[in-house]
């Protein structure tokens, strides 16, 4: 795995950082899962579950770091 980059946003924020943080980690993963896939390690419908479960948990850090303002 290499290893994450730095967040270069002109609205920083800790949650921005996170975010960013998570969808590096999400790319990783989603690479990963491909590369067992195309290698026959994993059938496509296990592929599809895994990766469709880490969108989720994406998404889920979206709602939670991105989609509450903090006052």
Same mark, same amino acid.
Request: a neutral charge; glycine letters at 8%; proline letters at 3%.
């Given at each position: 795995?290499?290893?994450? #980059? =730095?967040?270069? @946003?002109?609205?920083?924020?800790?949650?921005?950082?996170?975010?960013? &943080?998570?969808?590096?980690?999400?790319?990783? &993963?989603? #690479?990963?899962?491909? @590369?067992? &896939?195309?290698? @026959?390690?994993? =059938?496509?419908?296990?592929?599809?579950? &895994?990766?469709?479960?880490?969108?989720?948990?994406?998404?889920?850090?979206?709602?939670?770091?991105?989609?509450?303002?903090?006052?």
């Amino acid at each position: 795995m290499e290893a994450h #980059g =730095s967040y270069r @946003g002109n609205d920083w924020s800790p949650e921005r950082l996170m975010f960013h &943080q998570n969808l590096e980690s999400f790319a990783d &993963q989603v #690479g990963l899962i491909v @590369g067992l &896939q195309a290698n @026959g390690k994993m =059938s496509q419908e296990d592929a599809w579950r &895994q990766i469709k479960k880490i969108w989720k948990n994406l998404k889920f850090a979206k709602d939670s770091l991105l989609e509450n303002p903090r006052d």
